[in-house]
């Protein structure tokens, strides 16, 4: 009998600790880019990753409608717009403050229920050799000037792009957005299905700018420094320079807290944060950390960019109906 009980306290125990060292991460970033991280904090951690990849939107939405059933411990955005959402529906715990703390007051809820682990800049990128720098746009919303008629390519309907309209709207309201996407239709404006294609039509002559994402150019330049594209921010502070974040937040549902800690403070760790930089070209979000040289180190990204709050950006509905009445979608 002793045998016995002793035998099933050790089985007991050993699922325990089984179960301990598991986390379950719904991701939105896509596996291609991520899983060497994931692989490298397991190898550091000792702690199993289960991993459910798929669209940060989809995600989000499948999260909604599991509640209280959901598996997760740790949900990673692509996109800053889908972790408020989730937070404004009470669905993250709190982080430590010691996380918190680790990130620009711009890059994690006011609440600090998620914190960015990485940011994505809106650049304009151009065709030097039929763009001379000095003439292009300190606005974006000089775009809707007539010289740039048929000149113009966007993507109204990638999930970036649709961010990006929020934060100008939260920037200087409704009407003026809509005003400003109806005249950069009116101008001609070439829509494509995602941000590749616009650097690419750039590069073939089709169009002469580019509303765009900043690392896809830095991808096509690592493999032909030559590649005849460039980009630039604008005027500090205007809507041009938002920066999306890619970002991480512990569910109320989670059984593993400890080991979805020790996950999202990996992924700030100055390791992982050159990961970003050096490999997905996309900005660190804490300092100092060797920056790529072809990224802006992070308090010139903070001057630069316009101030406002990625919390407030829950409103995806609103910007596809506005998108809608300026004939974009």
């Known amino acids: 009998m002793f045998k016995f009980i002793f035998i099933l306290l050790f089985i007991t125990s050993s699922i325990t600790t089984l179960h301990a060292q598991e986390l379950i991460l719904y991701s939105g970033r896509s596996k291609s880019l ?59 715990i709190p982080l430590p403050q010691s996380l918190i703390d680790k990130t ?52 109204p309907q990638n999930a970036s792009f649709q961010t990006f309209i929020s934060a100008m709207v939260e920037l200087d309201g409704r009407e003026k957005v809509k005003e400003w996407l109806t005249k950069i239709r009116a101008n001609g404006a070439k829509s494509y299905r995602s941000n590749v294609p616009i650097i690419q039509a750039i590069a073939a002559g089709e169009i002469d ?79 100092p950390v060797n920056p790529n040289p072809a990224l802006l180190p992070l308090p010139e990204l903070l001057e630069i960019m316009p101030q406002v709050s990625i919390d407030q950006l829950d409103t995806l509905d609103e910007t596809l109906r506005l998108l809608r009445e300026a004939g974009l979608l």
Not at 37 to 54: A, K, T, W
Not at 70 to 85: I, K, M, N, T
């Open 34 to 92: 991520v899983e060497p991280l994931i692989q490298e904090f397991e190898n550091v951690s000792g702690i199993r990753v289960r991993v459910r990849y798929g669209d940060t939107s989809q995600l989000a939405v499948a999260l909604l409608e599991e509640g209280r059933r959901s598996p997760a411990d740790v949900f990673w955005a692509q996109d800053g717009g889908a972790l408020g959402v989730l937070s404004n529906r009470n669905m993250f």
């Open 209 to 287: 700018i580019g509303i765009t994402n900043h690392y896809y150019l830095l991808r096509f330049k690592q493999s032909d420094e030559n590649f005849p594209v460039e980009q630039t921010f604008l005027q500090t502070g205007d809507p041009a320079n938002f920066v999306n974040v890619a970002g991480a937040g512990i569910l109320t549902t989670a059984s593993n807290k400890n080991e979805a800690e020790q996950f999202i403070e990996f992924l700030l760790s100055p390791a992982s944060q050159e990961f970003f930089a050096n490999e997905v070209f996309e900005y660190l979000v804490i300092d």
């Open 104 to 155: 620009p007051e711009l890059f994690h809820s006011g609440n600090g229920d998620w914190v960015a682990t990485s940011g994505r800049a809106r650049v304009l990128a151009y065709a030097p050799g039929r763009v001379d720098r000095a003439q292009l746009p300190g606005s974006i919303y000089d775009l809707a000037d007539p010289k740039w008629s048929n000149r113009i390519g966007w993507a």
